[in-house]
């Protein structure tokens, strides 16, 4: 699997940190992501890989069900807006790659925390890597608990 290091900067890697470019742009700014997407990909300096594009949909379509995961993971006494911004846009990148399915939730989790190592605080990538198992634990428990045929409602 091409995603099997990080470190490599491998082009999934590279998308990754472009949809974080986008997604953190839309949030700070409070405008809708998926305009921001189009936006940077009408620019199309650098080009829009088609992965970044379609994690910055899937965040944009799922955020509602991605920030009630989210919500439902943290520990007590924090909250989504209390995260930093960038932790936050990272997370939602990895559930939204967690509800796809098209890469393992190790890899997404994995990609969450370097990226927070290299972007956010010292403390990021443990915090998200908690947070992310945590999600992916209970996504993993409905889905065993989910009658047959039932995913992805």
Known sequence: MAD??????GARTK???????????????GTDPLQALADHVGRAEP?????????????????????DRLADALAGGWTLDRMPRVDRVLARIAVAEMLTGEVAPQIAIDEAAT??????????PAFLN??????HARLARSTAAAPEGAEGR
Do not use: M, N
């Not at 080009?47 to 944009?60: D, M, S």
């Open 15 to 29: 998308a990754r940190k472009r949809a974080l470019d986008i997604l953190f742009e839309a949030d700070l700014r």
């Open 130 to 135: 908690g947070l992310l198992a945590e999600v």
């Open 47 to 67: 080009p829009v890989r088609p992965f970044t594009i379609e994690l910055v949909q899937t965040v944009a379509r799922r955020r509602d069900e991605i920030d």
């Open 4 to 9: 099997s290091d990080p470190r490599r900067g």
């Open 115 to 124: 990226l927070a190592g290299e972007c956010s605080t010292d403390e990021s």
